[in-house]
């Protein structure tokens, strides 16, 4: 399968960026939106930006934040409205951005006190992205909060690819965790939930979701789809085996810790195989977060 890389050059940028808009929109995740224009005009799918409390200490280091999506000037602010899909991702007038984060620790509880008018440090875009898939089906697959560096490849990829088409596939403990499954539906992507408890959709995991859509050929011979991964290792490593068993190819996005985001730290390695077959560790930060699924030594990274 040939894949075309949708990164163009870009300078990674320290600056401070203005709230214009945040919520919680799900069980323990929010939704900040900000404007900054060089972030809106350079992230590509699955890229990220090192994101800071402006102008404070505690806490210390920045956390890394999947770039969501973004939008042009004309956007309707009070509203969580997409652009349409057939948008191309860069356009000259972009100037906003949108993360979605899960709350979980000292940093995402502090930043969910942050109102509009309010600013964040960042740095980015970050990391090595996605490739835009040369296929005419693209799934994504997402479990717990590994949605947020899904939404910009499969709006790139429609934008792309007019005659292809996308599903989403979202695995969650239960139904309130999921939060804004709209952003995908209005950018013209097919959803797939499935919960652990059975509140919603598909009762199993995303994997169980994944055998069942199988069984009912919503994956072509003819046509075989790429996927793209984000979410927890262990659902990672299994998607992985379970697209390795059906020949599918898969690119996942790594969820590794992070200090710096720009290499000096090496505090995100993560086991990386070889083309000899031998594997090292790779930094996720610029050599990442992005990885063939293959190539990852899952055994040794869980």
């Not at 009912?216 to 659902?235: D, H, L, S, V, Y």
């Amino acid at each position: 399968m040939n894949l075309s890389h949708p990164s163009p050059s870009c300078t990674t940028v320290y600056q401070q960026a203005e709230i214009i808009a945040h919520k919680q929109i799900a069980e323990a995740t929010w939704r900040i939106r900000i404007v900054c224009p060089h972030l809106a005009k350079t992230a590509c799918p699955g890229q990220f930006a090192m994101v800071r409390l402006a102008n404070q200490n505690d806490p210390l280091l920045a956390r890394p934040l999947a770039v969501y999506d973004v939008f042009a000037d004309d956007q309707k602010l009070d509203h969580w409205q997409p652009t349409p899909s057939s948008s191309p991702i860069h356009q000259r007038n972009q100037k906003f951005v949108d993360f979605v984060y899960a709350v979980g620790g000292k940093f995402t509880t502090a930043l969910t006190n942050l109102r509009p008018g309010d600013c964040i440090s960042l740095w980015g875009p970050l990391g090595n992205g996605f490739e835009t898939p040369a296929v005419k089906h693209l799934v994504l697959v997402a479990g717990g909060i590994g949605q947020t560096a899904l939404l910009m490849l499969g709006r790139d990829f429609l934008a792309k690819v007019p005659s292809g088409h996308v599903t989403f596939c979202w695995g969650a403990r239960h139904a309130d965790l999921f939060g804004h499954t709209e952003d995908f539906v209005n950018h013209g992507m097919q959803l797939s939930l499935a919960t652990l408890d059975g509140s919603k959709g598909f009762h199993g995991t995303v994997i169980d979701l994944l055998d069942n859509m199988d069984k009912e050929n919503a994956f072509e011979a003819t046509a075989q789809p790429a996927i793209a991964c984000c979410g927890p290792e262990g659902m990672m490593a299994a998607v992985a085996k379970w697209t390795a068993d059906r020949s599918f190819k898969c690119q996942v996005s790594l969820e590794t810790p992070m200090a710096c985001g720009i290499g000096i730290c090496f505090s995100c390695v993560a086991p990386i195989i070889d083309q000899k077959g031998n594997w090292d560790y790779k930094r996720t930060c610029i050599e990442g977060p992005v990885f063939d699924s293959q190539h990852v030594d899952w055994g040794t990274m869980i």
